[in-house]
């Protein structure tokens, strides 16, 4: 291994949550293989190839392995991984697990820019990759890319298609003779996962993950939303690769001996019929999935077999987007506050719908089994009492061991004692409950106030005309920046500027925080991630300024 992996935490407090059972001590593939001796035709992954056995994936796994190992791939290399959700991804990260090397999973999407660096910083061996999904060729993009990278020996290319020129074909290392194939054991606090988180900084962090905080604290998450401790049938409509999509191979199958319901790329449509034809437990996906899941419902109608649970993540949940989902999937909404940087708190299945008091999102109460939450003062770290408001900070059997090729970062975000500082701000009141207010830095400054776009989209939602709304700042040459909201209508009706302004004020909110732009749009454009893509939306405001009437379906307001 090559690039330095240290982990930021007490030695003994990790090792205590091994003696304490809250973690299994034992390496993702040693997990999967444990299930799939115990039930071995049970089916690991339902995909647009049909259903794969634990047996039939474990023998793709150790096959791959065993060609990988051939390259040269061992433990502690770093391996970038760029596959939609399919088979190959869960095989792709199960034998790096077998080999103790580890996975650098990013979106299939991300441009090579993005993935260039990635690669770069994080000193990856090899890379596998798509050879082609949806017009882009990204086995040979990154293959261009290589000269660039000393460190990379490998470009495999998998997938439908020829592997371009140079590349190593995926198909062919999974023939290779997994008979004599013998996995590697590596300790379970060494690093299994980077996760990219897609925060504020010029360029996407990266986060190492151990084998311990993946099974073990993020697995915990999971097993709170199991109810009868049934193996769980979890769809994922975000891709696996990224950090809420790591729930997938090392939690629903390694940790729980679940099956992956997974879709190759994300529509409404093909979200709701994985929902009628394979009846999942539980349905993974962020709140803009969910709306447009929820449009095309009222336009086709028809009954949905009620999962477990609809578990939200990536942005914020609103009441009304949760009221409507419980009612439409006949199950409990389950709000996820998280992040790739080590921060995990969810509203469970108590409630129908997540609970609401217009003091913020309401995260749910922390599991010290996942992640302890505390509030603290942004300037001097002291944590505060319940009811105030500072940073949200997490330290727990989730967290990761540290950034990766970034001792700034480690600086900026980790403490000392190792707690991650989100750059949320929130409080805990008087019943232990996370209620989550903003960002310390995602703020639009209009004439020098200001305003937190998180808190304008979250009353914003309850308009009756509203389905669903991104609000972000734009430039302006008087005021620095003012407040546009990006929206999807309810019918046809539009509302005005006027309607929205009243409409916030009725719901408490400052004159000052009313938007001065509005852009309705027909669905919000998301990211390889799955959320909803800011930047783009920006851009799209941008173009509808300068050439009023000619930005394709988007319609602009502006306040006179």
């Known amino acids: 291994m090559t690039v330095e992996l240290r982990d930021l935490l007490p030695a003994d407090l990790r090792r205590s949550w091994v003696v304490d059972g809250t973690c299994p001590d034992l390496d993702l593939y040693s997990l999967f293989r444990a299930r799939q001796i115990s039930d071995p035709h049970r089916t690991a992954v339902l995909d647009g190839k049909g259903k794969l056995c634990y047996t039939a994936l474990d023998r793709k796994v150790r096959s791959l392995a065993g060609g990988l190992r051939d390259l040269g791939i061992g433990p502690g290399d770093v391996v970038g991984v760029q596959l939609p959700n399919d088979r190959n991804a869960v095989i792709a990260d199960l034998a790096l697990a ?41 086995a040979a993009d990154l293959f261009t890319l290589s000269t660039a990278l000393p460190a990379l020996r490998h470009v495999v290319a998998g997938g ?14 999974m023939r290779s003779d997994r008979g004599g194939f013998i996995a590697a054991r590596p300790h379970p606090d060494s690093a299994a996962r980077i996760l990219v988180s897609s925060g504020s900084e010029a360029e996407p962090k990266m986060v190492a993950y151990s084998h311990n905080a ?39 199958l390694a940790r729980h001996g679940g099956t992956l319901v997974l879709l190759d790329h994300f529509t409404p449509e093909s979200a709701l019929a994985a929902i009628r034809d394979h009846k999942p437990t539980h349905v993974l996906g962020v709140p803009t999935m969910v709306r447009m899941m929820l449009d095309q419902l009222d336009e086709a109608g028809g009954e949905l077999p009620a999962p477990t649970a609809l578990v939200l993540g990536g942005a914020p949940l609103d009441g009304t987007t949760a009221g409507a989902a419980s009612e439409a999937f006949g199950c409990p909404v389950v709000n996820l506050y998280g992040s790739a940087d080590g921060v995990n708190c969810h509203t469970g299945l108590r409630h129908r719908t997540p609970p609401t008091d217009g003091h913020g999102v309401v995260a749910g109460r922390p599991d010290p089994r996942v992640a302890d939450i505390r509030v603290t003062d942004p300037d001097d770290g002291e944590v505060l009492d319940h009811g105030r408001v500072g940073e949200i900070v997490a330290r727990g059997p989730m967290s990761p061991l540290c950034y990766v090729g970034a001792p700034d970062l480690d600086a900026r975000y980790r403490t000392p004692d190792g707690w991650v500082r989100t750059g949320d701000l929130g409080f805990l009141d008087e019943d232990g409950v996370l209620h989550v207010v903003g960002r310390l830095k995602d703020v639009v400054i209009r004439g020098g106030a200001n305003i937190s776009p998180a808190e304008v989209e979250r009353e914003l939602t309850s308009h009756p005309l509203i389905r669903d709304v991104v609000c972000v700042g734009v430039p302006d040459a008087l005021m620095g920046e003012r407040l546009a909201a990006c929206v999807v209508i309810r019918g046809s009706d539009a509302p005005t500027l006027d309607e929205l302004g009243e409409h916030l004020t009725t719901r408490g909110l400052e ?18 991630a799955g959320k909803p893509d800011r930047a783009a939306l920006r851009e799209r405001l941008s173009a509808a300024a300068s050439s009023p009437g000619t930005a394709g379906t988007d319609s602009l307001v502006s306040a006179g």
């Open 511 to 528: 004159q000052r925080k009313r938007p001065e732009h509005l852009l309705v749009v027909e669905r919000l454009p998301l990211t390889p």
């Open 214 to 252: 993946l099974a073990g604290g993020r697995g915990n998450f999971l097993a709170s939303l199991i109810t009868d401790g049934t193996p769980p049938r979890c769809l994922f409509l975000v891709p696996l690769s990224t950090a809420f999509g790591s729930n997938g191979t090392a939690v629903t």
């Open 160 to 173: 439908s298609g020829t592997a371009p020129a140079g590349t190593i074909p995926l198909a062919r290392l």
């Open 98 to 138: 077998a080999l103790g090397a580890i996975a650098l999973p990013f979106p299939v999407g991300r441009g090579s820019l993005e993935a260039e660096c990635l690669l770069r910083r994080a000193e990856a061996v090899a890379v596998i990759a798509a050879t082609e999904h949806r017009g882009t060729r990204h």
